[in-house]
């Protein structure tokens, strides 16, 4: 099993940053790709940013040249950056791993919330 645990999340004006982190514990050795989701009320889960095990990088749209996605080995964690945020970035945020092809594990999620 592969526990993930969220931080980070808060409320932030809009324009500004927070950088979220995920840090996985349990039987890590064999996740092949780790990434955030959001989820908007009324919407669906959507994929935001992606980190493969070999450092590939992969982002919505609606997020390029805003948020980064980035990871510390030594510590099991993973980051996202967000800058330049928006209102229709508010949403709850969950990082996720997988071992093969879809995301099988899931962390508690943290709010964030963009004022305008």
């Known amino acids: 099993q592969v526990q993930l645990v969220e931080s980070g999340g808060g409320l932030v004006q809009a324009g500004g940053s927070l950088r979220l982190s995920c840090a996985a514990s349990?039987?890590?050795?064999?996740?092949?790709?780790m990434g955030w989701y959001r989820q908007a009320p009324g919407k669906q889960r959507e994929l935001v940013a992606t980190?493969?095990?070999?450092?590939?990088?992969d982002y919505t749209d609606s997020v390029k040249g805003r948020f980064t996605i980035s990871r510390d080995n030594a510590k099991n964690t993973v980051y996202l950056e967000m800058n330049s945020l928006k209102p229709e970035d508010t949403a709850v945020y969950y990082c996720a791993a997988k071992k093969g092809r879809l995301y099988d594990y899931w962390g508690q999620g943290t709010q964030v919330t963009v004022s305008s």
């Open positions: 980190i493969s095990r070999g450092g590939r990088t």
């Open positions: 349990g039987s890590i050795f064999s996740i092949n790709a």
